[in-house]
Each structure stands twice: as C-alpha cells, then as structure tokens.
C-alpha cells in the first residue's frame, strides 16, 4: 500500500493537467492506497481557497474519497462525520477537530461559532465543547 500526497487528489478531483489526471485516477483506482487525515485536512484547504469548492462539493469529494473501495483513509469516521457537516455551514478543520475529540471529556474553545454548532449537534448531550 502506497500513501498518496495531496497533489494527486487534487490532480483526480479538478482534472486540470490532462497526464497527471490520467496518472492519479489510475492511482486511485488501480492499487491499494491510503491517505492520511493530514492530507484530507489539507486537500480541503486547497480545494476551497485555491478552487473554489463550496461545502457542498467538497462534502461530496471526501464522501467519494472514503467510498473508494481501495482507498483506506486515516481516520475515516471522522472525516466521513466532518464532510456531512461542512454541507450544514461547518468549517473543516473544526468539524475534524470535534469528531477526533469524541471520547473526551470536552473540547474548550474560544470560537463562539463552533461552541454553537457543536452544542446545536449534540442537544441532548454534554455540550463537548465550551469555554473555558
């Protein structure tokens, strides 16, 4: 198993250079590959700030990248819990940071946003994350 970095998905997802294209959708495709959190935390920095990909379509990348049947993602829960809900106004990075904090006691935090979402996600819940 090959890990990938995050030019090659980039390369599958946006298909802007023709060869590189073709190369990491065989990648992808034909051989057992993983990709690390990192890389998926990344690839949705780059798909949003330097592509333009809205919640949604990037939502809908990171559900087709966990699907793959060779393809094993790092942490794969919680990218797939973070994915669902950059569609319901989430940032990313927090939703990653919330789903990779479920077995603590709670997550502190200045965001007022985040403590909002999170709280709203969780109702009937310990709030996982609050001021500290």
């Not at 990192?38 to 990909?53: D, I, Q």
Request: net charge neutral; proline share 5%.
């Amino acid at each position: 198993m090959h890990a990938v970095d995050t030019n090659l998905l980039v390369r599958a997802l946006v298909r802007d250079d023709e060869a590189q294209t073709g190369t990491a959708e065989a990648v992808l495709t034909d051989q057992s590959v993983f990709i690390p959190v990192t890389v998926m935390l990344e690839l949705e920095w780059v798909l949003r700030s330097r592509y333009g990909f809205t919640p949604d379509k990037l939502s809908q990348a990171f559900t087709l990248l966990c699907a793959l049947p060779n393809v094993t993602v790092g942490e794969s829960a919680a990218v797939r819990h973070a994915a669902a809900r950059l569609a319901k106004g989430w940032d990313f990075a927090d939703a990653l940071h919330h789903a990779l904090s479920e077995g603590c006691e709670g997550f502190l935090s200045f965001d007022d946003n985040l403590i909002k979402r999170a709280t709203r996600s969780r109702p009937k819940a310990t709030p996982l994350v609050r001021k500290p």
